[in-house]
């Protein structure tokens, strides 16, 4: 099995940052892409931005120039780092990784998201 546990989120107010962290674990052979998702009440969840092995990003229109996606392979751990942020940003951010196990097998898993509340 694999589990991806997110830790970071909070409550910050406008303009300030927050730093979230996702770490994949268990019978993982690779981690191929890796990013950070959202959903707020009553919207459907959305794409925040995605990063490669390699380190390529795409990043949603409203949230470049904000936020910055990293991973360090090493760890098997991705981050996102918010800058800037705004009260739109209010949402669970979920932790999303495309990994292939030791198996050889190709699967996609979902972290149970954290909390990211920014104040007015």
């Known amino acids: 099995q694999v589990q991806l546990v997110e830790s970071g989120g909070g409550l910050v107010q406008a303009g300030g940052s927050l730093r979230l962290s996702c770490v994949a674990s268990?019978?993982?052979?690779?981690?191929?892409?890796m990013g950070w998702y959202r959903q707020a009440p009553g919207k459907q969840r959305e794409l925040v931005a995605t990063i490669t092995y390699g380190g390529t990003t795409v990043y949603a229109d409203s949230v470049k120039g904000r936020f910055t996606i990293s991973r360090d392979n090493a760890k098997n751990t991705v981050y996102l780092q918010m800058n800037s942020l705004k009260p739109e940003d209010t949402a669970v951010y979920y932790c999303?990784?495309?990994?292939?196990?030791?198996?050889?097998?190709?699967?996609?898993?979902w972290g149970q998201g954290t909390q990211v509340t920014v104040s007015s």
């Open positions: 268990g019978r993982v052979l690779r981690i191929d892409g």
């Open positions: 999303h990784a495309d990994l292939t196990v030791i198996t050889g097998t190709r699967v996609d898993y």
